[in-house]
């Protein structure tokens, strides 16, 4: 398999075309390096003036090749007349395979020029033991070691800048990509306040305009209509406040506390006014759980804000789904992390009693695993109650921890029966 040349770069090609005009106009008006003693006069000359001009094309596709023909070149130039054209070539030759040969042969051949531009300086001040002799080690130095080092200073800025630009490039793809998951996060956050805030509500319209519709009672649907327009109260002006802060980048619009545990026995007391039997549990007492009836009992805030809005999910789900019954929360402070579980009566439903499309379980299971804590959501007791149960760290997920969320949904009224487990 025959190797083809490599097609030369434009700019060799001008620096080779120059070369050798330049050398032609030398030859021509008859100047030289060795006023005309060479040991080959006349246009032999031309033969090494050529052959480095030829080897120019060569500087930056084949630089070790090139350089080592035009030392050859160099040495032949020695037993002509000689050219300057034909020295200067060299060390352009000498410059290009630095700056464009491999990496061991840019930091070699500095050290090998040096040395030898020392040891011609010492040899022919041996020989002619007169201080001219010292004109040829400064000649040798300017021919290899000074464009050598040239190329090497050279080639040490343009690795340092390339350097620079791959450490600018990734910095801004990170960049980029801790964007990218900011917006991410923000996004799933907004959608899991904005399922907490507005679903009860919904849920609750939804449940009693049914009501409403399907009893021809007069009492009855006044009570309805009445608990619907509360809650349509209620959920508009949640969403008035929620459109507000998004669209107000001024600072004006301060974000509303985020909910605590103080507020549960708000929270039980309007699922109680939607019409559901709801029991509310400390069996450490209110303290313990984080009330404010002693001090230092208080939770880390993201802990409570995960513990009301998973209670707050579990009561809007027992509305849309739970059998009539008792649903009962519970809240238990441990030694490291806070128990919440809400039990509701379960039976199978050819549908829910409000629309729903399962986010709630997506958010708490988030909730829950931003903390690293665990959660599962699933049928007990021999499949009478449904139970949510979540263990919230008490450190407020700070600490890495191995612990991850684990799901487990057991399929509402009118669900497959297959369960899912996600891990």
Not at 16 to 26: E, K, N, Q, R, T
Request: hydrophobic share 45%.
């Amino acid at each position: 398999m025959s190797a083809t040349l490599p097609r030369p770069h434009r700019h060799d090609v001008l620096i080779a075309v120059a070369g050798l005009g330049f050398g032609l106009l030398l030859w021509g008006i008859g100047l030289d390096n060795q006023g005309g003693e060479g040991l080959l006069g006349g246009s032999w000359v031309l033969l090494p003036l050529a052959l480095m001009s030829a080897l120019e094309l060569l500087r930056r596709t084949r630089p070790r090749f090139a350089l080592l023909a035009g030392t050859l070149a160099l040495v032949g130039d020695q037993f002509t007349d000689g050219s300057l054209s034909t020295v200067v070539m060299y060390t352009d030759l000498m410059y290009a395979a630095v700056v464009y040969g491999s990496p061991a042969l840019a930091r070699r051949l500095p050290v090998t020029t040096g040395l030898i531009t020392v040891g011609v300086t010492i040899g022919f001040l041996a020989w002619f033991r007169t201080p001219e002799a010292l004109l040829v080690g400064v000649v040798t130095g300017l021919v290899s070691f000074a464009p050598a080092c040239t190329g090497a200073l050279l080639r040490d800025h343009r690795d340092a800048a390339e350097a620079a630009r791959l450490r600018a490039e990734q910095t801004a793809l990170l960049a980029e990509m801790d964007r990218a998951q900011a917006v991410a996060a923000e996004r799933a956050r907004m959608a899991r306040e904005l399922h907490d805030l507005v679903a009860n509500h919904l849920s609750a319209i939804a449940i009693h305009s049914t009501a409403a519709l399907s009893l021809n009672e007069e009492k009855t649907t006044r009570e309805a209509l009445a608990v619907i327009r509360e809650n349509s109260v209620d959920g508009l002006a949640e969403m008035r406040r929620l459109i507000g802060i998004l669209r107000d980048d001024s600072g004006e619009h301060e974000p509303a506390a985020a909910p605590t545990l103080d507020g549960l026995a708000q929270l039980v007391e309007g699922a109680r006014t939607n019409g559901l039997d709801v029991e509310l549990r400390y069996p450490d007492g209110p303290a313990a759980t984080g009330g404010r009836e002693e001090p230092g009992a208080a939770l880390p805030a993201p802990v409570e804000l995960a513990a009301y809005r998973i209670v707050q999910e579990s009561l809007t789900n027992a509305l849309k789904h739970a059998a009539p019954g008792r649903v009962t929360v519970t809240l238990r402070r441990g030694p490291e992390a806070l128990e919440v579980r809400v039990r509701s009566p379960y039976a199978r439903r050819s549908g829910p009693r409000a629309p729903g499309g399962g986010a709630g379980l997506v958010g708490m299971r988030e909730r829950v695993a931003l903390l690293r804590g665990e959660f599962t959501a699933e049928v007990a007791d021999g499949g009478g109650v449904w139970e949510v149960r979540a263990g919230l760290p008490l450190d407020g997920g700070a600490e890495p921890a191995r612990r991850t969320a684990r799901t487990v949904r057991a399929p509402w009224p009118g669900r497959s029966e297959d369960e899912e487990r996600p891990g």
